[in-house]
């Protein structure tokens, strides 16, 4: 079955960087697009960060993230990564790796990896 599963989370101070990585496995990606999403609190909603269509390399990226954040796909590793430099109090969060078919809904999440940056 398919399967996403996160690395990379810890702990940071404010102003340095991380990088996560998300393994995809269980099926073939060329038609999806990959993203990362973030909760910042229990009972939030998840937030949106970056997506990666697999095979196109375009991206997106939400606003708060912008060009502090990069996202990026390994092809032979079968791995999406996001790079996250500068970071903020407000980017403490579990993040989540997501996988869906372009142009339609995420069906597939991982587990997502804890995320925090202290002052």
């Known amino acids: 079955q398919v399967q996403l599963v996160e690395s990379g989370g810890g702990l940071v101070q404010a102003g340095g960087s991380l990088r996560l990585s998300c393994a995809a496995s269980g099926r073939t990606f060329s038609r999806y697009r990959m993203g990362w999403f973030r909760r910042q609190a229990p009972g939030k909603e998840r937030e949106f960060v970056a997506s990666i269509e697999w095979t196109g390399s375009r991206t997106s990226y939400a606003d708060s993230v912008k060009g502090r954040f990069t996202i990026s796909r390994n092809i032979a590793k079968n791995t999406i990564d996001l790079q996250m430099n500068s970071l903020k109090l407000e980017d403490t969060a579990v993040y989540f790796c997501?996988?869906?078919?372009?142009?339609?809904?995420?069906?597939?999440w991982g587990q997502g990896t804890q995320v925090t940056v202290s002052s």
């Open positions: 997501a996988g869906g078919l372009v142009g339609r809904a995420y069906e597939y």
